[in-house]
């Protein structure tokens, strides 16, 4: 473009210079602006290549600012990438899991090794795992284990609850059975009556004997025992509910547990007199006041005796604060039962210890009355407060009214037959059959009132002369 610019000044300046010369021929200067316009063209060409060079490099520019863009781009996603990456491995380095190896509790790698398939246990080209790829084995292994128990949970859950509703279905009928079945017993009672089957009675009377204290259950086993060994003609049945013995016997036991946590407090308090004399007056006079209800609580259930031919009917009870059994009579004669045996008129307990407990005590003016022969009869067995083997062995002591040997051996014979449920139970119709033959031979009035006044109370077993005084009964010690 240079060479072609050089060429058209070049020729234009010889066009001026052929003017300023004066040459007015045509030729010369029109082959001259020929060349010129030719070399006008040129110049408008290379011009016109100079300006499509220009733009072709600007369009190379832009494609090449669009690759570095978009290299850059690469590079920036690229760095981020990097960032990511380092950020990852970084807290994969730091990671501090919530749960221990003995809290996800995984199986030993021994264990693993031998029970997983070979898939958990190799990797692709059959080489064994190390490292955190067997750890990834391990887990995934667990987890397929444990979602196994998962399901096998579910299932027996599911079997569980089919049970339970099966169970409770069948608990439904056994209890509209238990109804059914009282309804049964009840509708049933005349037949047993009329076969002399008494069932329902008996299954009642096994049920509260397990709930009678010792006493009584020594007592009413001897009578059933006399009674089905010897055909005795004698009823003997347990009165009362078994609810209220059950809650008896519980309050009884827990005032037992009572006493001997108040006893250890007691022994631990020692050390403070003047605080622990002010509680035991406290108790003291509490007790004072409730000591006489308190001590003739009776146990709710009673067993009764009734003498078939004699129509003669005696209800045994025991009082668990005095610890002994008392017997009253319920249909005939009150005094039919005091003094069966010489010297047992029961208005004392025979309990010495009662009398520590109590001054008030008295069965004088009570209808039941802790005769020594139901004691005896009871299991219970109570020291006398006289030794059995102070009596006289002289003449001289004999005329003075101090018991003889012979008399004390037949006061002993007299114990043991106490202890006899047959040998009481001929004592008790002798009885009754004596008051009965004394009634009927005493006319209505004041005369006959006298004569009942001085006939004598019982048969006097044992004594020395027949009309002696009434003997304490002497203990199985002095039997032997």
């Known amino acids: 473009m240079e060479d072609v610019l050089t060429k058209l000044r070049a020729t234009l300046g010889d066009i001026v210079a052929l003017k300023k010369g004066g040459d007015q021929t045509s030729g010369s200067i029109q082959s001259e602006s020929m060349n010129g316009a030719l070399l006008l063209v040129d110049f408008k060409q290379a011009n016109r290549e100079a300006y499509e060079g220009v733009q072709h490099l600007k ?14 781009l690469q590079l920036q996603n690229l760095q981020y990438q ?33 029970k997983a398939p070979k898939e958990f246990t190799q990797d692709a080209d059959g080489k064994p795992l190390d490292g955190h790829n067997l750890t990834l084995k391990r887990l995934a292994y667990e987890l397929d284990e444990r979602k196994e128990l998962c399901q096998t949970l579910e299932e027996l859950k599911t079997r569980k609850k089919a049970l339970a509703d099966s169970v409770a279905g069948k608990r439904k009928l056994l209890n509209g059975l238990g109804s059914q079945l009282s309804q049964l017993k009840k509708a049933t009672l005349p037949l047993q009556q009329h076969l002399e089957v008494p069932y329902t009675q008996a299954a009642k009377q096994k049920r ?30 347990i009165v009362g509910r078994a609810s209220e013995a059950e809650t008896f016997n519980r309050k009884l036991e827990a005032g037992q547990k009572s006493v001997a946590s108040d006893e250890q407090e007691k022994g631990e308090d020692d050390a403070d007199e003047e605080d622990f004399r002010r509680s035991r007056k406290k108790r003291a006079r509490v007790e004072k006041e409730k000591e006489v209800v308190d001590l003739m609580q009776v146990h709710p259930l009673v067993v009764e005796l009734k003498l078939v ?23 005939g004669d009150e005094t039919t039962l005091i003094n069966l045996f010489p010297g047992d008129a029961g ?23 802790p005769f020594k022969w139901v004691q005896q009869l009871s299991g219970l067995d109570f020291l006398p407060t006289v030794p059995p083997a102070l009596f006289a062995r002289s003449a001289e002591a004999a005329k003075e009214g101090a018991p003889t040997a012979a008399s004390v051996s037949a006061a002993v014979e007299e114990h043991r037959q106490q202890r006899r449920v047959r040998a009481v139970l001929a004592a008790v119709r002798a009885r009754n059959a004596a008051q009965s033959t004394l009634k009927e031979s005493v006319t ?16 006097r077993v044992g004594a020395a002369g027949g009309d002696a005084p009434p003997r304490e009964l002497r203990p199985r010690r002095v039997a032997g």
């Open 59 to 72: 369009e190379e520019t832009h494609g090449i600012k669009i690759q570095l863009d978009q290299a850059h």
């Open 82 to 114: 990097k960032s990511y990456f380092a950020k990852e491995i970084r807290s994969c380095n730091e990671f501090v899991s919530a749960f221990t190896d003995k809290q996800i509790d995984m199986l030993p790698v021994e264990e693993f090794m031998q």
């Open 208 to 237: 509260l004997t397990n709930l009678l204290p010792a006493s009584l259950y020594i007592l009413y086993s001897q009578l059933l025992a006399v009674k089905e060994a010897f055909g005795e003609p004698i009823e003997v049945v």
């Open 309 to 331: 031919p004699e129509a003669l009917h005696i209800r045994f009870e025991f009082l668990p604060q005095l610890r002994i059994v008392c017997a009253e009579t319920l249909s």
């Open 347 to 369: 208005i004392v307990s025979p309990n010495t210890a009662n009398s520590l407990l109590s001054t008030q005590l008295s069965f004088e003016h009570s209808k039941k009355r």
């Open 444 to 459: 209505p009035g004041p005369a006959g009132a006298a004569v009942a006044a001085e006939a004598p109370a019982g048969p």
